[in-house]
């Protein structure tokens, strides 16, 4: 990594394969709010979670291009599955500092557990690659992981239905399993996940504690910029610029449930040539 | 069309968004047990559904690419979503005939319903072009036809979740409002929904016939083959070549909910250069 390369004016990049990385990306503009952001969501190849390692890698790649044309100073790997796949791969092939959501939420969950048993959920794509396992006994060998795929809780995100009994019966299908176990924390490892929290609680109990890799990243992005003396000096406040793959109108409405108030500007690029 | 380019012992090509349109490859099959079929899924780039037109537009052109290399005499758009946003243009630039699976659903639909009161469900691409609306009422302007998104169907079937309290929740939602409009016909306007038929019918009650567009577009596949002298005259049976553009082995454990049996043939594609 040369950060010559880097000016500390040039934008962050952020992608996900949709919507559910702007719950990462209003994080980091909260806690950031005079950087430039450029988010990519790659909507016309929505989701990753349920394809194959090489695809997402090959999609991760493609998103990264697209963002490099904008000459950013730092990547942000704001979704679960690319980050297990692509992160390691980004790492070393770029020249500027590439984050994922991955550690940062292991370590919050690691530093909250007082029972040491940690339940992770997931896409099938993060869950099969174990890669939440890994990284948390890496830090703590004594620790008990369990994890579960929920391939369905994103398309219920998507499509809005964050409570009622067919979610709740979902919820309680995936999520029995882990309450049996007693895990006292339970790692959402899918950015589309904090928008079902509280059926997930409801199935769980409030004993249980959530964590949402989110804000976490957030604070890696900032360890980051100030390491690599990549702050931006202007003082300016920006909205960030959202790009999609596939139509924006769709991203817009769906994008406000994750985002809160409504995105001012969403661009579609074209993401043939380089996927 | 020029029949002079096809050749009678070539392939027929099928293709879908990713496992959905075995249920019509299967039809196919079973009516014409002595043609060579060569089927793509596009499982990098599923779902369809809730996708732009234009990409879905796209995406057919470049399965059609792929499958136009193993010099196919005939194109199956086994998808309803890719039927409604690309029949019409792939029938225009490709000179072989190119059936969909939207026109064979609808003529069914008129010749069962009694009372002229017809429902539709679909993905949200399906439901917004109007497809079905406008075909049934080109053949019959008499008739009321009622529409219904059913987002969620799909991954539920993608799942194997086809029975069960938290699918019958969702089919209540989705469904209820076509219920009160008192349909006696019911089209099954996505591949993957007969897979859901007994769901659907227990929510609907048994007065109300489920049409499911893979039998009836066989049929037309048949009638086209024998009108452009294209039935092989070779008489021997052979497997269907399945390709797909991602993981050959999610394709096969998810696909043999659809298709039955064991897929004996499955091969990845790049489908990268044409996409």
Same mark, same amino acid.
């Given at each position: 990594m040369n950060d010559l390369n880097a000016s500390s004016c040039a934008p962050i990049g952020i992608f996900d394969s949709g919507v559910g990385g702007l719950t990462v990306c209003r994080?980091?503009?909260?806690?950031?709010?005079?950087?430039?952001? #450029?988010?990519?969501?790659d909507t016309a190849r929505?989701?990753?979670? +349920?394809?194959?390692? !090489?695809?997402? *890698?090959?999609?991760? /790649?493609?998103?990264?291009?697209?963002?490099?044309?904008?000459k950013i100073k730092m990547l942000v790997i704001a979704c679960n599955t690319a980050t297990a796949f692509a992160l390691e791969a980004l790492?070393?092939?770029?020249?500027?500092?590439?984050?994922g959501v991955?550690?940062?939420?292991?370590?919050?969950?690691?530093?909250?557990?007082?029972?040491? #048993?940690?339940?992770?959920?997931?896409?099938?794509?993060v869950i099969? +690659?174990?890669?939440? !396992?890994?990284? *948390?006994?890496?830090? /703590?060998?004594?620790?008990?992981?369990?994890s579960q795929a929920c391939p369905l809780f994103v398309p219920f995100a998507e499509e809005g239905w964050v409570s009622g009994d067919a979610l709740f019966h979902v919820a309680r299908h995936y999520l029995e399993d882990l309450k049996k176990k007693k895990i006292d924390t339970l790692v959402l490892g899918c950015t589309h996940y904090p928008l079902l929290k509280n059926t997930i609680q409801a199935v769980l109990g409030e004993d249980v504690m959530l964590v949402?890799?989110?804000?976490?990243?957030?604070?890696?992005?900032?360890?980051?910029?100030?390491?690599?003396?990549?702050?931006?000096?202007?003082?300016?406040?920006?909205?960030?610029?959202?790009?999609?793959?596939?139509?924006?109108?769709?991203?817009?409405?769906?994008?406000?449930?994750?985002?809160?108030?409504?995105?001012?500007?969403?661009?579609?690029?074209?993401?043939?040539?380089?996927s």
């Open positions: 994080k980091i503009s909260e806690l950031l709010p005079f950087e430039k952001i #450029i988010y990519l969501g929505v989701p990753y979670g +349920s394809k194959a390692p !090489e695809t997402v *890698l090959r999609y991760a /790649r493609s998103c990264a291009a697209v963002l490099l044309k904008y790492q070393k092939e770029l020249d500027i500092p590439v984050l991955l550690r940062p939420g292991a370590t919050a969950a690691l530093s909250r557990t007082k029972n040491g #048993i940690i339940g992770v959920i997931g896409t099938r794509g099969n +690659s174990r890669s939440y !396992e890994k990284t *948390l006994k890496a830090q /703590r060998p004594d620790i008990d992981v369990y949402d890799s989110a804000e976490e990243t957030a604070k890696d992005v900032v360890e980051s910029l100030d390491k690599n003396f990549l702050f931006n000096k202007e003082k300016e406040v920006t909205q960030p610029l959202f790009l999609v793959t596939d139509s924006p109108e769709a991203f817009r409405s769906t994008g406000e449930k994750f985002w809160g108030t409504s995105l001012m500007s969403v661009q579609w690029v074209d993401i043939c040539s380089t």
